[in-house]
Structures are given as structure tokens and as C-alpha cells.
């Protein structure tokens, strides 16, 4: 890093990168241009710490790039909106290896691209230790933000994507166990898989990848005018502009997850969703608490014998780890009775009348998940997470 220095690590980052639809002017200027072409957009950010988040003796820097991008589209996702682009700001020590910083970008890209999205900009400083900080933008598409406060009573909660299976990782990195048995395991613990496509095709109504290509089509003419009166606006000021390395608003080559307008969350029944990056009692209580209602899970809905297999190997709780693991980045939501689940939701439980959150009708005592600050009074005495 101290032999290349600063602008010529940006230009090496971003020679090849192609922009999403939604970037309608990317690194090269004082800041990005971003479509909003629902007038609206959603927007959160989040941090990871070398050695409090992640260690490089167990994740390679592409695995760490993908875990950055992820944990932030997650959150996009979980509002019912589709990931438009991303902001990351590296601060790293100067005699940091090149091929560290090639392989965060490559991930970050590469988790960017499955998202349907692309990377817009950011910012490099020099820092004591590797850290990412990334800003994910995302596109409502017309409908109302899907937030935890709408769950009902009579409501199921259902959940897409896998639980347990990082905090299974992390157990079997912090005691040193490796194997075939744990292998599945450690990945999860290195680069989370939220199911994107999971949300975002059963808002358009739609099985997963039955509505890529006209949620494409969609998204592309609703940024068309806004990527015209941009460029218009841009070579009007800066003839040299149409010339710059990264086109305004050109197709990514591979994608994912397409954007599109959301039919209404509420009309498909989806009253409340969260990703569950704390943990799953923690991440439900948040909804069980904003919505004003109570949220009872059904145990053996929860089991996952291949996780068992792994707790068995490690002597280990899986049923702790599904439910207070955290950072596998599954969605939970609550879904109208009565109604057919869309492909890949499996119901777990009940929101019922009162407050709290109970497994087979009985309150959990203990914490229920992840919390910053508190993480080095946990069990696992503060590991990366």
C-alpha cells in the first residue's frame, strides 16, 4: 500500500468494473450518482473490525469483501427494497499487502453483482488495523418499506435461508476443530449466503427467478430517464465526460438479483421482516417489541439434523446456535394466516397476544444473541462475529 499509494490503489480497484443500472455515475468524481427513481431510497451502513469481526487466519480477504457486502444488503433487503449500490470507505495500515486489498475488492464485487447492485465509490485512509465500512443504498420500487412493526396477532412467522450454521462455524474456529464434518460449517462462518432472491421474488409475486427479467425490464425503464438527464446534464458540463473508464448506468455482466417495483408487502401478506444478523431470538423480540405483540416459536420446526451432526462433533447445543447465533443473515418475517408461503419459507412459529418472545410456550432466560459492547461478557468471550 505505501509503494503504490492512494489513487493508483483506487484506479487498481476499479479498472474493469462495470456499474450496476442504478450507478448513474460512478468512482471518478467528487462523489457518485445514484438513481432514485421511486423519489425514495433506503440507505444503512455498517462496519466490520479486523480482529473483532473477522480474523484473517480464518477468512481469506475475498471472504471478508463478501461478508462486508452482504451483512449491508441484507439490511437493504429486509425493507422490502432491492440493493441499488454500494459505498465502502477501507481504512487499512500502510504496509498492508496489495493482494489483501485486490481480494477485498474482488469480494466485495463479486457479493455486490449476486445482490444485483454495484459498488459507486468510497474513501481510502490509512488506519492501525484493517477496517470496512460499507453504505448500501436500496430501491423501495413503489411499495411501503416492510418494518418490524407490523406484525398481528394470528400472524406465522416463517424464515428463509439457514440458521446456526455461523455460530456453528465459530464454535469449530475457536476450538481449533477442522474436517469434512465441520467444513460447511466454517464456510458459513466466513461468507454468509442472505437469500436475496427469497424476498425479493415473493414481493413481486413471483417463484425465485420467475420475475428477473421483467423486474429488469422494469428497473430499466424506470432509471432510463433519469440515466438520460444525467448523462445529458454531465457532457454538458464536461465534454470529456462520455470518455470516462467507468459508462453511466451500464449493465452489470452478471446479476443475481434484478431490481423491480414490489406489488405491496402488506397485499401479499408480509406484515413485518429482519434479516437475523444478532441472532434469532434477538432479531424476532425486536419484532414482537415494535409491533406490540408476543412471537412463540415451535422447536421442532427449528431443527436441522445436519446442523445436529456438527453440534454432535463439537459437543455443542445446535438448538442454542439456531437460536441466539446470529450473522447467518436468513430473513424472519411475520405473513398473514391462511395464505401459501412463497417457494423457500418454512413456518417457525406463531405471533400471539401479550409481549416477549417464548419457545413452545416457555420464556427464554439468558441472552438472545448478539449485542455490541456486551460481546466480551459472552460465552465465546468476545471472538470476531
Known amino acids: 500500500m505505501r509503494e503504490l499509494g492512494e ?12 456499474q450496476a443500472p442504478g450507478v448513474l455515475l460512478g468512482p471518478g468524481d467528487d462523489a457518485a450518482l445514484i438513481a432514485a427513481p421511486d423519489g425514495r431510497f433506503v440507505v444503512t451502513t455498517d462496519m466490520l ?29 429486509a425493507m422490502g427494497a432491492t440493493p441499488t449500490a454500494f459505498v465502502v470507505a477501507l481504512g487499512c495500515p500502510a504496509d498492508t499487502p496489495l493482494a489483501v486489498v485486490d481480494g477485498l475488492a474482488d469480494g466485495m464485487w463479486a457479493e455486490a453483482a449476486r445482490a444485483g447492485a454495484s459498488i459507486a465509490g468510497g474513501d481510502l485512509v490509512r488506519s492501525r488495523e484493517l477496517v470496512v465500512s460499507v453504505t448500501a443504498f436500496g430501491d423501495p420500487g413503489g411499495g411501503a418499506p416492510i418494518t418490524r412493526a407490523g406484525a398481528r396477532v394470528g400472524d406465522v412467522v416463517a424464515v428463509a435461508g439457514r440458521l446456526g450454521w455461523s455460530a456453528a462455524g465459530l464454535a469449530a474456529f475457536t476450538a481449533e476443530v477442522t474436517g469434512p464434518e465441520v467444513a460447511e460449517a466454517l464456510a458459513a462462518h466466513r461468507v454468509p449466503q442472505p437469500p436475496y432472491a427469497l424476498v425479493l421474488d415473493a414481493l413481486r409475486g413471483g417463484s425465485p427467478g420467475e420475475s ?26 464536461d465534454p470529456e465526460s462520455s470518455s470516462r473508464p467507468v459508462p453511466l448506468g451500464a449493465e452489470p455482466e452478471t446479476r443475481t438479483v434484478s431490481g423491480g417495483p414490489a406489488p405491496g408487502a402488506s397485499g401479499l401478506g408480509l406484515h413485518a421482516l429482519t434479516d437475523v444478523s444478532d441472532g434469532l431470538l434477538a432479531d424476532l ?11 412463540d416459536l415451535d422447536s421442532a420446526a427449528l431443527r436441522d439434523p445436519a446442523l445436529e451432526l456438527v453440534a454432535a462433533r463439537l459437543d455443542a447445543d ?57 460481546g466480551a461478557e459472552s460465552p465465546s468471550g468476545g471472538e470476531p462475529r
Open 212 to 237: 428477473e427479467l421483467a423486474a429488469t425490464e422494469l428497473f430499466s425503464a424506470r432509471t432510463a430517464s433519469a440515466r438520460e438527464s444525467a448523462t445529458v446534464s454531465l457532457e454538458a458540463r
Open 318 to 374: 445446535a438448538a442454542q446456535w439456531i437460536l441466539t447465533g446470529g450473522e447467518d443473515h436468513a430473513f424472519a418475517g411475520a405473513w398473514a394466516p391462511g395464505r401459501a408461503l412463497p417457494p423457500g419459507w418454512v413456518v417457525i412459529g406463531r405471533v400471539v397476544a401479550g409481549r416477549g418472545l417464548t419457545v413452545d410456550g416457555v420464556a427464554q432466560t439468558g441472552g438472545g444473541g448478539w449485542e455490541s459492547f456486551r
Open 49 to 77: 473490525v479486523q480482529d473483532r469481526h473477522f480474523r484473517l487466519d480464518w477468512s481469506s480477504p475475498e471472504d471478508v469483501g463478501r461478508k462486508a457486502i452482504a451483512q449491508n444488503a441484507a439490511d437493504v433487503v
Open 285 to 295: 423480540g425486536h419484532i414482537a417489541s415494535a409491533s406490540g405483540v408476543a412471537i
Open 7 to 18: 489513487f493508483a490503489l483506487i484506479d487498481r480497484i476499479n479498472v474493469g468494473r462495470v
